[in-house]
């Protein structure tokens, strides 16, 4: 694929990072839409925004160090700041993100689940944007695999070429892709139609992620990412698995609750 998406004299931009950065400013975009169109405040929506990429940046970056490569930072902790080399994990930054959303929300006395779902309603537009980048990196391959659907990496600076060069594999990326694009259309679809408590929407994106992720997980073959027991499940699954638990828990306590919803401004 493309790691490197384009050069400006020295100045190089990698795909992964600039895709991320494109799906962010999509989402904020949107966002900020929805903050207006329902009365929360623009201003606050626009912090969560700057303080998700710092937050999601570092959580990504945590969860890689202490799951995926402990003993290669153990043994030079400077490493850990050589972000152009990449390294991160999506569950790892979403968690983090979800924190300290949490807490800046706590600390401004906002309705915390309100701007949780205001964000859960576009956050599949910034993995959409991130697993493109993961496309294009090479990074998040799937096993090998002689089904028709598949992707054959050949430039020698992705990340699958290096483990699988040549070598037909799964398209997770892809399927990945897939599976954020659809949870974001039923978000959406709840979100105009049967957004009916505070909550709804990112528990709902919880257990939606969650279940696609989780079997996704099975084809992928970046052994590194974390896998245990022989290969049978993966860091990404434990979590998937802990995040679908949650999603169903927050579904039914804040469907009993019952806040009322933002109403919208005409």
Request: with cysteine; charged share 15%; net charge positive.
């Amino acid at each position: 694929m493309k790691p490197i998406l384009f050069k400006i004299g020295s100045l190089t931009f990698p795909s992964y990072t600039f895709m991320i950065m494109i799906g962010v400013l999509v989402a904020t975009y949107v966002g900020i839409k929805i903050c207006r169109e329902r009365g929360l405040s623009v201003v606050y929506g626009i912090d969560l925004a700057i303080l998700g990429i710092i937050s999601g940046f570092l959580g990504g970056r945590i969860a890689h160090v202490f799951v995926e490569a402990p003993a290669y930072y153990w043994e030079s902790p400077i490493r850990f700041f050589y972000f152009w080399q990449g390294g991160f994990v999506s569950w790892g930054a979403y968690a983090v993100v979800l924190m300290s959303w949490y807490f800046y929300l706590r600390w401004r006395r906002e309705p915390v689940w309100a701007y949780f779902d205001a964000g859960a309603a576009v956050f599949p537009l910034t993995m959409f944007f991130g697993r493109t980048g993961c496309l294009l990196a090479g990074c998040c391959f799937g096993k090998p695999t002689d089904f028709f659907l598949h992707l054959v990496f050949k430039n020698p600076a992705s990340t699958a070429y290096q483990f699988f060069p040549n070598t037909p594999l799964h398209a997770t990326q892809i399927y990945l892709m897939a599976n954020v694009l659809l949870i974001q259309i039923v978000i959406w679809w709840v979100y105009k139609k049967h957004w009916r408590f505070q909550g709804q929407l990112i528990s709902l994106e919880f257990m939606l992620y969650a279940i696609g992720r989780f079997f996704i997980e099975f084809l992928r073959g970046d052994v590194d990412r974390g896998v245990y027991f022989g290969g049978t499940i993966s860091s990404g699954q434990i979590t998937m698995i802990f995040f679908f638990v949650v999603g169903i828990f927050g579904y039914l306590s804040l469907k009993q609750r019952g806040i009322p919803v933002p109403e919208k401004i005409r």
